[in-house]
């Protein structure tokens, strides 16, 4: 039988707020544990939760990224459940009336776009975070992530394969991290993907029972878990069992996941609208004065770049993979006024190069937009050939000098004086008779040799179309 799996991400996306959704404790990673949690966020007796402004800005502005409804007035929940990391025995989140309501993504698969169906977003708060390897025998907690504001990204069950998973979920990724909302930082927990998987006959409307992968944390194993996961369910189905409706848990060291408990219903939750917080009242003001906010999205961006700059769809989605790379490359462009596709080439080869092999960020570049700029206008103009504009790149990079300085200081100046090269040319010649005497007798590949010895004598300096047109004329027998 042909089985067709059926995929629905939910994704917590960390909101990037200095403070918590609900007291004013510090949001800031790697603190010492247990020095950023106040009594607000670990709901003891008496306190009185306040909404961070900050965290509904973001959440509207990724459902307006995204196009979804958003809803005028949204309700705060208390789903109640006890684990050891959430001390006050409730989680403080949005349940019927979420904040942002129904909206969509476009992903590309294999050079095919689909529509991905956002079902709904919503608002929420961390839990603390168990610690299991430090301590022998035992569990320790630290609750500095208690509170923490989350945005809760729930898809359709609309993806078909891993490989839209990972394609929906790195779109989502690039998509908050463009809007600001979230740093997208995986390690650290600051994005993290709990998929959900069922399989059913192909061909069939009814989808099939569905597990939860919890908790993953990088495109990587989603794509595994995913994959895993498929495999099982299609295995036990055709052994003639059936699929338990649970939770299970990827180990990426042994690559297989396992059942971690039964899933709870959502009236296991008993929910109800948290006393201590009125609704949430979005005006259509706040939803104006955040759409203002929003920045250039992704998919207008590679639109614009392969339209204005007359990019390949493929070149424009590398530069568009941060907006830093995006404002870089076009700084680049403005300032030298060359041709985009050359501004392109050398930022995803040369620069990008360096910069992986040095293992920084574009943030980091050694080599500003400025300079980089200044080099690519002396390609242009035919001081330098593109070949010692790579040694210019790499003296630029070490010493932070600019192009034209370093052309001066070296000597680097092309020589473009055509006198000057065919007088070059007549040397070399003289030089080499026996090869001059096998090139007229038909030894093309000789012409290699000549253009060498040239360039040898000129440290690579001679216009390399010149001496190619003059040594054609003067090896002609
Ligand atoms: P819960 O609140 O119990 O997690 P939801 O109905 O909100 O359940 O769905 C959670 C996620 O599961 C959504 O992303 C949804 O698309 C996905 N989903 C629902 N049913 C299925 C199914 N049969 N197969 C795969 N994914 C599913
Ligand atoms: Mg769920």
């Not at 359709?156 to 990724?173: G, I, W």
Request: hydrophobic share 40%.
């Amino acid at each position: 039988m042909q089985w067709e799996p059926v995929i629905g991400l939910e994704i917590h996306a960390q909101l990037k707020t200095r403070s918590k959704i609900f007291s004013g404790a510090s949001t800031a990673y790697g603190a010492p544990p247990n020095t950023q949690a106040c009594a607000i966020d670990l709901g003891m007796p008496g306190v009185l939760p306040v909404l961070n402004e900050a965290a509904v800005r973001m959440a509207v502005k990724f459902g307006l990224a995204v196009e979804a409804e958003i809803t005028p007035q949204s309700v705060f929940a208390r789903k109640n459940y006890f684990y050891p990391d959430l001390p006050k025995g409730y989680q403080i989140s949005q349940y019927e009336l979420p904040v942002v309501g129904k909206g969509h993504l476009m992903i590309t698969v294999d050079g095919s776009e689909k529509r991905i169906g956002i079902t709904r977003a919503h608002l929420e708060e961390d839990a603390g975070k168990s610690l299991h390897e430090d301590f022998h025998g035992m569990t320790g907690i630290d609750l500095n992530r208690a509170g923490t504001p989350l945005l809760e990204i729930v898809s359709e069950p609309d993806l078909r394969s891993p490989a839209e998973a990972v394609a929906y979920m790195k779109k989502l990724h690039m998509l908050v991290v463009y809007l600001g909302v979230c740093d997208g930082n995986m390690q650290e927990g600051s994005f993290r993907c709990d998929a959900n998987v069922s399989v059913r006959p192909k061909g069939d409307d009814a989808f099939g029972t569905r597990t939860e992968i919890k908790n993953v944390n990088s495109f990587r194993f989603v794509e595994r878990a995913i994959s895993y996961e498929i495999e099982r369910q299609i295995e036990v189905l055709e052994s003639g069992g059936t699929i338990t409706q649970e939770t299970r848990l990827y180990d990426a060291d042994k690559d297989e996941t396992r059942p971690m408990r039964t899933k709870e219903e959502a009236n296991d939750y008993r929910y109800f609208p948290d006393p201590d917080l009125l609704p949430l009242v979005v005006t259509e003001d706040f939803v104006e004065e955040v759409r203002k906010e929003l920045p250039e999205l992704p998919d207008a961006k590679r639109h614009r770049f392969i339209e204005d700059y007359g990019l390949k769809p493929y070149d424009a989605e590398v530069l568009i993979a941060t907006r830093q790379l995006a404002d870089y490359f076009e700084t680049v462009v403005r300032i030298s006024r060359c041709d985009p596709k050359l501004c392109a080439n050398w930022v995803m080869v040369e620069l990008s190069g360096a910069l992986n092999k040095a293992g920084l960020d574009i943030t980091e570049s050694p080599v500003s937009a400025e300079k980089l700029a200044g080099l690519l206008k002396r390609i242009a103009d035919n001081t330098i050939s593109g070949k010692i504009a790579k040694q210019v790149f790499e003296l630029i990079w070490e010493s932070g000098k600019d192009a034209d300085t370093l052309i001066e200081e070296k000597g680097l100046k092309q020589i473009t004086d055509t006198g000057a090269i065919e007088k070059i040319i007549d040397e070399v010649i003289a030089a080499n008779p026996k090869q001059l005497e096998q090139y007229r007798a038909g030894k093309d590949k000789l012409f290699g040799f000549f253009v060498g010895q040239v360039m040898k004598q000129t440290q690579g300096k001679a216009n390399p179309k010149q001496v190619n047109e003059i040594l054609k004329e003067k090896l002609k027998s």
